[in-house]
């Protein structure tokens, strides 16, 4: 199949591409800006969202036979300092990109997130109320619900949640920030009541092109890890990997941190049937997703220098 891939240089639509490459498709890989390391990787090129012209253009030249859309303004601080641009991207553009998909009868997956729950009523199912608390979780519920109003054919909506993994800036997933923050100097502080049932990018690309492959599977579905954890003991858990002390680790706890967080979910788990059953992909244990962290380039001298016990990791770039 020809695949497009929107939000190429991101942690998600990275994985995606590897994936659609490792499975013999062809690819198209779009990203707002173009950046050195994924282009090297899959030739990524820039196709910015916000103004859509260019975009439909683009995709009549090209006719795909399926898209993947992972390009999204996802972290709810830049939405809520510009929410009409992260609107742009994360409701108008996701509408249209999905619009263009049903012209072409292309194959459209569109990528939603746990976000759109309050977290009171965990492991939640498809079909439960949602209620987002942020910005960010409305828009993309709002995204939601425009995209699957475009058709009910050829069309999936993935709800995942918290996601680790290496991104091509080395920036984006929760151990390269603990990382990165460990290397300014920094505490980072996790929360021990913020429970969330994270996943992998390497295990969410897996499932997203055998969706795109299963042309029988079609609308709403949910998708988590094995395992549900507190970001604190997650924190934890990678300080260990990479071989530095818990002690690094600040400890504090939703409840008495609102003022400074704002209104945040505690509790985020997936009810994961039917779609568990139906597929191939399985989802990936802490275990798994620790075993596939690795250390940012740009961190390797710092780490060099400053782990605590150097025997737990061996960086592979
Ligand atoms: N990461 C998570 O923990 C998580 C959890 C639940 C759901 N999700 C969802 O999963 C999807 C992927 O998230 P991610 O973490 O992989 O995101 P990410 O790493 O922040 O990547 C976002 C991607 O969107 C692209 N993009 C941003 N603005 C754009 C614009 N104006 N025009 C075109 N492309 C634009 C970026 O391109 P540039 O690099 O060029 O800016 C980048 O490729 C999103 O829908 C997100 O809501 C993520």
Not at 144 to 154: G, R, S
Request: charged share 25%; hydrophobic share 35%; net charge negative.
């Amino acid at each position: 199949m020809k695949i497009a891939v929107m939000g190429a240089s991101g942690l998600l639509g990275s994985a995606v591409c590897r994936e659609c490459l490792a499975r013999g498709h062809k690819l198209l890989a779009y990203a707002n800006r173009s950046w050195e390391e994924p282009k090297k990787k899959y030739g990524v090129s820039s196709l910015p969202m916000e103004k859509f012209d260019p975009v439909m253009r683009e995709f009549f030249d090209q006719w795909p036979d399926a898209v993947v859309n992972c390009a999204a303004i996802s972290s709810p601080d830049m939405v809520d300092k510009n929410p009409d641009y992260a609107r742009l991207i994360n409701v108008e553009a996701a509408r249209q990109l999905a619009e263009v998909s049903a012209h072409l009868g292309a194959r459209h997956l569109q990528v939603s997130t746990d976000m759109v729950f309050d977290g009171t009523s965990s492991p939640y199912r498809s079909t439960d109320q949602t209620n987002p608390l942020s910005e960010y979780g409305l828009q993309k519920l709002e995204a939601e619900k425009q995209v699957l109003a475009t058709t009910d054919i050829n069309l999936v909506v993935l709800r995942i949640t918290l996601l680790n993994g290496n991104s091509p800036r080395g920036d984006r997933s929760p151990h390269e920030r603990i990382l990165s923050a460990l290397a300014k100097g920094e505490e980072p502080t996790l929360f021990t009541d913020e429970w969330r049932q994270t996943s992998s990018a390497e295990n969410v690309a897996q499932l997203i092109v055998e969706l795109i492959e299963r042309p029988n599977l079609n609308g709403l579905f949910h998708w988590a890890g094995a395992d549900t954890i507190t970001r604190h003991e997650l924190g934890r858990r990678i300080l260990q990997r990479f071989g530095f002390k818990e002690e690094r680790l600040g400890t504090s706890t939703l409840a008495q941190s609102q003022e400074r967080v704002g209104d945040r979910p505690g509790k985020l788990t997936f009810e994961l049937a039917p779609l568990v059953s139906k597929v191939k992909t399985q989802p990936a244990t802490i275990d798994q997703q620790l075993e596939e962290m690795h250390l940012p380039l740009a961190l390797y001298s710092w780490y060099r220098e400053n782990v605590d016990d150097p025997t737990c990791y061996n960086p592979r770039f």
